[in-house]
C-alpha cells in the first residue's frame, strides 16, 4: 500500500527541546497521536504541515517530497482547535475558500460547497457568519472546507479539544461520514488529548514522549496500557513507587 506520510530521521530542535521523529502513515490510514504536553504533538504536525523546517530528515506526502514546498503547497488539509475560520465572511464563502481561493465558483462548485454543508448537518447555514454559531458549528464548517478540498492527507491539532464528550462524539462520527463518502479515503492524522476519541476511530495510535516516538501500534494494544509503562503511566493504569 502507498504512503500517505512518511517522516524519515527527521530532527527538529526549538529553545531546549531536541525532537526526533520516524512515522509512516498509509494511504487511507486513521492515526492518533497521543502523549502528555510539550511532548511534540503539535510539533510534528507543524513540521508536516510546513509551519517548522526540519534540521534534517526528510518528510513526504503522497510520495512526494517536502522540502522547500510551502505549506500552501503541500498536498494536505488541517483543522485547528480554533478551526480558522474567518469571521468576517459567511459560512459559505469560509467552505468555499477549500476548492476557490478568489471565491469565484462555478454553479458546479457551488453546488459542491452546498453538499458539504449538507453533509455536515448545516444546509441552510451558509449566509451566517462563524460568530453567530456554537462551538461545534464551527468546527463542523471546519470539518466541510477540509474535505472539500479532498487531499490524501488530514491533519487534525485537537480540534475538538474544546467541546465536552457528547460533541466530540459527535464530531468524530461527522468526520467518519466524510471519509465514507470519498472513494479514496484520505489518512487522517489526529492529535488529541483524549485517548477515548481514538477508539473505535484510528486504526492505529502512536504515543510520544520527550520528543520521539517511543510506542506505536493498534489502538487498543497501545491503550491497553500494557506494551509500554510510559503509555501506562500516561494513561493512568500504573503507578510510579513514591521515592525516599
Same mark, same amino acid.
Given at each position: 500500500?502507498?504512503?500517505?506520510?512518511?517522516?524519515?530521521?527527521?530532527?527538529?530542535?526549538?529553545?531546549?527541546?531536541?525532537?526526533?521523529?520516524?512515522?509512516?502513515?498509509?494511504?487511507?490510514?486513521?492515526?492518533?497521536?497521543?502523549?502528555?504536553?510539550?511532548?511534540?504533538?503539535?510539533?510534528?504536525?507543524d513540521l508536516v504541515a510546513g509551519f517548522a523546517t526540519p534540521d534534517s530528515g526528510t518528510?513526504s506526502v503522497a510520495g512526494r517530497m517536502m522540502a522547500g514546498v510551502t505549506p500552501a503547497?503541500?498536498?494536505?488539509?488541517?483543522?485547528?482547535?480554533?478551526?480558522?475560520?474567518?469571521?468576517?465572511?459567511?459560512?459559505?464563502?469560509?467552505?468555499a475558500l477549500g476548492i476557490a481561493p478568489d471565491l469565484r465558483l462555478t454553479q458546479a462548485?457551488? *453546488?459542491?460547497?452546498? %453538499? #458539504? /454543508?449538507?453533509?455536515?448537518?448545516?444546509?441552510?447555514?451558509?449566509?451566517? @457568519?462563524?460568530?453567530?454559531? !456554537?462551538?461545534?458549528?464551527?468546527?463542523?464548517?471546519?470539518?466541510?472546507?477540509?474535505?472539500?478540498?479532498?487531499?490524501?492527507?488530514?491533519?487534525? *491539532?485537537?480540534?475538538? %479539544? #474544546? /467541546?465536552?464528550?457528547?460533541?466530540?462524539?459527535?464530531?468524530?462520527?461527522? @468526520?467518519?461520514?466524510?471519509? !465514507?463518502?470519498?472513494?479514496?479515503?484520505?489518512?487522517?492524522?489526529?492529535?488529541?488529548?483524549?485517548?477515548?476519541?481514538?477508539?473505535?476511530?484510528? *486504526?492505529?495510535?502512536?504515543?510520544?514522549?520527550?520528543?520521539?516516538?517511543?510506542?506505536?501500534?493498534?489502538?487498543?494494544?497501545?491503550?491497553?496500557?500494557?506494551?509500554?509503562?510510559?503509555?501506562?503511566?500516561?494513561?493512568?493504569?500504573?503507578?510510579?513507587?513514591?521515592?525516599?
Amino acid at each position: 500500500m502507498s504512503q500517505a506520510l512518511v517522516l524519515d530521521a527527521v530532527r527538529f530542535s526549538h529553545d531546549s527541546s531536541d525532537m526526533h521523529f520516524d512515522l509512516s502513515v498509509e494511504a487511507g490510514e486513521w492515526l492518533a497521536v497521543i502523549g502528555p504536553s510539550g511532548a511534540g504533538k503539535s510539533t510534528l504536525l507543524d513540521l508536516v504541515a510546513g509551519f517548522a523546517t526540519p534540521d534534517s530528515g526528510t518528510i513526504s506526502v503522497a510520495g512526494r517530497m517536502m522540502a522547500g514546498v510551502t505549506p500552501a503547497e503541500r498536498p494536505l488539509s488541517i483543522v485547528f482547535q480554533d478551526n480558522n475560520l474567518f469571521p468576517h465572511i459567511d459560512v459559505f464563502r469560509n467552505v468555499a475558500l477549500g476548492i476557490a481561493p478568489d471565491l469565484r465558483l462555478t454553479q458546479a462548485q457551488r *453546488d459542491q460547497v452546498e %453538499a #458539504a /454543508l449538507d453533509t455536515v448537518g448545516l444546509a441552510g447555514f451558509g449566509k451566517r @457568519l462563524p460568530t453567530e454559531m !456554537s462551538g461545534g458549528e464551527r468546527q463542523r464548517v471546519a470539518l466541510a472546507r477540509v474535505f472539500l478540498r479532498d487531499r490524501p492527507l488530514v491533519l487534525l *491539532d485537537e480540534p475538538f %479539544a #474544546a /467541546l465536552g464528550p457528547a460533541l466530540r462524539r459527535e464530531m468524530l462520527a461527522t @468526520l467518519v461520514e466524510l471519509r !465514507s463518502n470519498r472513494a479514496q479515503p484520505p489518512a487522517v492524522v489526529m492529535v488529541t488529548h483524549h485517548p477515548e476519541d481514538a477508539v473505535g476511530h484510528a *486504526d492505529r495510535t502512536a504515543f510520544l514522549d520527550g520528543g520521539e516516538i517511543v510506542a506505536t501500534g493498534p489502538t487498543r494494544s497501545i491503550l491497553s496500557g500494557t506494551t509500554d509503562p510510559r503509555v501506562a503511566r500516561y494513561l493512568g493504569t500504573i503507578t510510579t513507587p513514591a521515592s525516599g
